[in-house]
C-alpha cells in the first residue's frame, strides 16, 4: 500500500496559514487596501498548501524533485475532456439562470432586441479569452482547495464527506468580504449568506468531483475561471436590474437550483459502481 504524502499536522499548517493570512489581507482590502490585494488573496490557499507540503516533506525527511513537488500540489496533465467538462459545466449552470431571468425581464437584458449573430460577434470572444485572464487568479485557490486540502480530507475520510467540507469551507472562507466588503453587492446580507453559501457548496462538489476523476487540478482551475469570468465579466455586466442577484449570479435562486442539479447528477455518475464483467 501506497503510504500516504499526508499528515495531520500538515494539513493543520495549510489551514492556520489561510486562515490567519486571509484574514489579514481581507481586512486591509474591506479598509480600502490597494486593489492588488485581491490577487494575492486568491493566491493564499496556494501559497499555504506549498508551505505545507514543504513542512510535510521536511518532517518525513524526504527527499524530492521539482516535479514531484509540483505534482503533490495536484498539478498533472489530465486528458482534455475534463478541461472541457470543466469550462462547459458553469456556462450551463449560469447561462441557463440568467435566459429564464432575460425572459422574466427582456428590458434588463442589454441586447433585447438584438440579433443573435451580434450578440454571439460581441460576447462570444470575452467568454473565451477571459477564460484565460482569469486562470492566474483561479490557479491561486484551485491549487490550495482541489489541490491539497481535498486530496488531503480524502486521506482520513470518504469521498462525499470530503467533497461537503472542503466546499463548506471554500464558501466561509469568502464569507469576510462578503459581509464588511462589496462583493456580491446588490443583495441583503442577511440574504446573500445563505444564498452564496447554498450556491458555492455545489459548485464545490462538482469542482472536487472533476478533481477526483481526472487526478489533476487544471480541470477544477478551469472551472473556477470560467465560472468567474463569465459571471463577472460578460453575463452580469449585460444584466441590470436591482432584484437580479435574488434571481442569477452567485446568490440567485435560479442559480442555487441548476448547480445543485449538475452536482447531483455528476456525483452519482462519478461515483457509480464499476464493473468488468462481459455480457
Same mark, same amino acid.
Given at each position: 500500500?501506497?503510504?500516504?504524502?499526508?499528515?495531520?499536522?500538515?494539513?493543520?499548517v495549510f489551514l492556520i496559514i489561510v486562515i490567519i493570512a486571509s484574514a489579514i489581507v481581507e481586512g486591509w482590502s474591506i479598509k480600502g487596501g490597494p486593489i492588488w490585494l485581491n490577487?494575492?488573496?486568491?493566491?493564499?490557499?496556494?501559497?499555504?498548501?506549498?508551505?505545507?507540503?514543504?513542512?510535510?516533506?521536511?518532517?518525513?525527511?524526504?527527499?524530492?524533485?521539482?516535479?514531484? %513537488?509540483? @505534482? =503533490?500540489?495536484?498539478?498533472? /496533465?489530465?486528458?482534455?475532456?475534463?478541461?472541457?467538462?470543466? +469550462? !462547459?459545466?458553469? &456556462? $450551463?449552470?449560469?447561462?441557463?439562470?440568467?435566459?429564464?431571468?432575460?425572459?422574466? %425581464?427582456? @428590458? =434588463?437584458?442589454?441586447?433585447? /432586441?438584438?440579433?443573435?449573430?451580434?450578440?454571439?460577434?460581441? +460576447? !462570444?470572444?470575452? &467568454? $473565451?479569452?477571459?477564460?484565460?485572464?482569469?486562470?492566474?487568479?483561479?490557479?491561486?485557490?484551485?491549487?490550495?482547495?482541489?489541490?491539497?486540502?481535498?486530496?488531503?480530507?480524502?486521506?482520513?475520510?470518504?469521498?462525499?464527506?470530503? &467533497?461537503?467540507?472542503?466546499?463548506?469551507?471554500?464558501?466561509?472562507?469568502?464569507?469576510?468580504?462578503?459581509?464588511?466588503?462589496?462583493?456580491?453587492?446588490?443583495?441583503?446580507?442577511?440574504?446573500?449568506?445563505?444564498?452564496?453559501?447554498?450556491?458555492?457548496?455545489?459548485?464545490?462538489?462538482?469542482?472536487?468531483?472533476?478533481?477526483?476523476?481526472?487526478?489533476?487540478?487544471?480541470?477544477?482551475?478551469?472551472?473556477?475561471?470560467?465560472?468567474?469570468?463569465?459571471?463577472?465579466?460578460?453575463?452580469?455586466?449585460?444584466?441590470?436590474?436591482?432584484?437580479?442577484?435574488?434571481?442569477?449570479?452567485?446568490?440567485?435562486?435560479?442559480?442555487?437550483?441548476?448547480?445543485?442539479?449538475?452536482?447531483?447528477?455528476?456525483?452519482?455518475?462519478?461515483?457509480?459502481?464499476?464493473?468488468?464483467?462481459?455480457?
Amino acid at each position: 500500500m501506497k503510504e500516504n504524502q499526508y499528515t495531520k499536522n500538515g494539513m493543520i499548517v495549510f489551514l492556520i496559514i489561510v486562515i490567519i493570512a486571509s484574514a489579514i489581507v481581507e481586512g486591509w482590502s474591506i479598509k480600502g487596501g490597494p486593489i492588488w490585494l485581491n490577487l494575492l488573496l486568491m493566491w493564499i490557499p496556494a501559497l499555504s498548501a506549498m508551505t505545507a507540503n514543504i513542512i510535510i516533506i521536511k518532517n518525513k525527511n524526504e527527499k524530492i524533485g521539482v516535479k514531484e %513537488f509540483v @505534482n =503533490r500540489l495536484g498539478i498533472r /496533465g489530465c486528458k482534455i475532456y475534463y478541461i472541457a467538462l470543466g +469550462v !462547459l459545466i458553469p &456556462l $450551463i449552470y449560469l447561462l441557463i439562470p440568467y435566459i429564464i431571468y432575460w425572459r422574466i %425581464f427582456p @428590458n =434588463r437584458f442589454a441586447y433585447n /432586441g438584438v440579433a443573435l449573430p451580434i450578440v454571439l460577434k460581441d +460576447v !462570444l470572444p470575452l &467568454l $473565451i479569452l477571459g477564460i484565460f485572464f482569469n486562470l492566474i487568479t483561479a490557479i491561486g485557490e484551485e491549487i490550495g482547495w482541489r489541490g491539497f486540502l481535498f486530496p488531503a480530507l480524502l486521506s482520513e475520510m470518504n469521498l462525499k464527506r470530503t &467533497l461537503l467540507i472542503t466546499s463548506l469551507f471554500w464558501a466561509c472562507w469568502h464569507l469576510p468580504i462578503l459581509i464588511f466588503g462589496d462583493y456580491m453587492s446588490g443583495a441583503p446580507v442577511w440574504y446573500k449568506i445563505p444564498a452564496f453559501i447554498l450556491c458555492v457548496i455545489p459548485i464545490g462538489i462538482i469542482a472536487g468531483l472533476v478533481t477526483y476523476q481526472s487526478k489533476s487540478v487544471w480541470p477544477a482551475t478551469f472551472l473556477h475561471a470560467a465560472h468567474n469570468n463569465f459571471d463577472q465579466a460578460v453575463f452580469g455586466v449585460i444584466t441590470g436590474g436591482d432584484k437580479k442577484m435574488f434571481y442569477v449570479s452567485e446568490t440567485g435562486f435560479l442559480t442555487i437550483i441548476c448547480a445543485w442539479i449538475i452536482a447531483a447528477v455528476l456525483l452519482k455518475l462519478f461515483t457509480m459502481p464499476q464493473t468488468n464483467e462481459k455480457k
